[in-house]
């Protein structure tokens, strides 16, 4: 049986190395929408094709032709759409569940194969490393009970992606919440949060809470860059 993952992250790739090792069939990893692409055409035909996580919208072609199977780290329908960790932080979660669900043309609308407890606690690079284990274990139930999906209950809630100029710390954030604004943006490629000071902008990362104080780096660079 052959099964793809589709990933983005060095922390996800290291997970397919440990992993995908430990279960039976013919795994193959892919980072770009090219790769995938490259992979179907060869003749590489998966029973599924994973995507812990990803940016870039699926094609409906592959959608229809393949058991495509996302992880979306909100209870849905409560929370469908865009940046969920981030969502869920700024909301006062301080948990949550992975949902794996097989994706359809609708964004996060398709049908549940299970659903697993998920911390919040810690930077969004820690959140998306623990999240990505999480997948990991919902794979394996899923290739081995061979697993059907059910349709999604409950009200719906969509969240709005995130732009980068909302990584802007608001003023007036109590420390807790300041804490939290900087950890849900600390991962490599996102936007971390920051302030403008005159013709500067300092970015915020590695924040601790220390009793009513915030301790965190900092990066300090000119706004135009």
């Known amino acids: 049986m052959n099964y793809i993952v589709a990933a983005v992250g060095d922390w996800n790739k290291a997970l397919f190395d440990e992993y995908a090792t430990k279960l039976s069939g013919n795994w193959s990893y892919v980072t770009t929408p090219n790769e995938l692409n490259a992979k179907l055409a060869s003749g590489f035909e998966p029973r599924y094709i994973f995507f812990p996580h ?14 495509c199977v996302c992880f979306h780290m909100t209870d849905v329908p409560y929370g469908r759409g865009g940046s969920p960790l981030q969502n869920l932080i700024v909301r006062g979660h301080k948990d ?14 398709g049908p549940v194969y299970l659903k697993q407890a998920l911390s919040l606690k810690g930077s969004a690079e820690v959140i998306y490393t623990r999240s990505s284990q999480v997948a990991w274990s919902m794979i394996k139930s899923i290739i081995e009970n061979e697993i059907k999906p ?76």
Not at 54 to 67: A, D
Not at 164 to 192: F, N, T, V, W
């Open 54 to 67: 990803w940016r870039w919208i699926v094609p409906v072609e592959i959608l229809n032709n393949y058991e």
């Open 96 to 109: 949550t569940v992975l949902t794996a669900l097989q994706m359809e043309k609708g964004l996060d609308t």
């Open 150 to 225: 059910t349709s999604q209950q409950g009200e719906i809630v969509t969240f709005q992606r995130r732009t980068p100029e909302q990584s802007e710390i608001p003023s007036g954030l109590a420390p807790e919440r300041l804490y939290d604004y900087i950890r849900m943006l600390d991962a490599p490629d996102y936007p971390k949060a920051f302030i403008n000071k005159g013709s500067y902008q300092i970015e915020f990362y590695q924040a601790e809470l220390v009793g009513n104080n915030v301790n965190a780096r900092v990066n300090i660079k000119p706004k135009d860059i």
